[in-house]
């Protein structure tokens, strides 16, 4: 059987302008956002994996896949797409470009029988005739081998035409068609619902607020949809491109902190007030943590992560003697960061200072 560990990165991609693209399409992002949430409701391992081949690709496994599903996630603002639009090709600089169909059955002639399914997903609906006389447009979700027999034969035709091909591989048994799945108006609203409603389901004892967790998680899907560098094995591309059931399961870790953090703000803000530190101090201590918490909830901040790390090396190095009070062994500490500042000038003095009042007080 296929390893597709080795051939999804022997395989080169069509092209590299998908990232680029996606910078303007939120609504990709915003679906993807809700297809983890549908894969981290089931037991299964995933990772979900953008921009790469397509729009968005879900591996069964993130450490030894057997089967790799390809979606196409496309807008229309036109009252609906029609079949004949699933097949047309465009001309491009160095001749007719594939159509929307047609990038999909190219995964099929790339990766055989390790495709499990291939999907076109859109905001809107497909005008056609399923071969039950119930129109497509009446449904959310269908499969191709579903639609009636001579629109099934002209894509069949079609595709033949577009590949150079005699015989096509079952493409109309693994392709579905998922229509109405995300608003184009409301997709970011409805993102924010599922999310929330997900938390509610699975960290009921948590209190959050949904703005700053949502924008957490769409920055790094943007972040993983807009890397463009040359993706060089498995791995990298687990790590540059994708989010899998372990990346989630961390963040979700995370918020299970939240609770932890903020009793450990206010102790702090206690032990302040019992030394008798200034009331303006105090207020810049309780606005910079706010926004420390919010910056923690990014789940792979490495540039958050490295200035922590950093600032436990700092402590570790001083000698701390609590009976000086909290908030001069701060001091202390800051007193020594001099090359730890001057490594990270955009980050704001108070909250370098914040943080290691925290991690003072672990």
Known sequence: MMKIKEN???????????????????????????KILELHQKPDDYMLTLEYFDDIIVFDSSSDPKKISFFQVKTNKSPNWTLNSLTARK????????????????????????????????????????????????????????????????????????????????????????LGELSIDKHTELTKALLADFLDNNLPTVKYQIAPLYKSIFDEIRKKSNFEKTILNFEELKLKKSVSRKDFDSYINELKKTEDFKSVRTSIENRLNAEKVGFDKIKLFLKHSSIYEIKRMNYNDKYLLNIENKINELIKKNTIDFSNGLYNCMEQVYSNSTELIADNSTIDSEMIKVIILHKLYE
């Open 8 to 34: 999804i990165i022997q395989v080169r991609p069509r092209e590299n302008s998908g990232p680029i693209a996606s910078n303007r399409f939120d609504f990709q992002k915003n679906w993807a956002i809700c």
């Open 91 to 178: 001309k491009g600089k160095n001749g007719l470009l594939n159509s929307h169909l047609g990038n999909l059955y190219d995964h099929l002639e790339k990766f055989g029988d390790a495709v499990e399914t291939l999907n076109f997903v859109t905001n809107n609906k497909i005008k056609g005739i399923l071969n039950n006389n119930i129109k497509c447009e009446d449904t959310d979700e269908f499969c191709c081998s579903n639609l009636e027999k001579g629109a099934l034969d002209k894509i069949i035709v079609d595709l033949k035409l577009e590949h150079s091909l005699n015989t096509l591989k079952a493409f109309e048994k693994i392709t579905y068609f998922k």
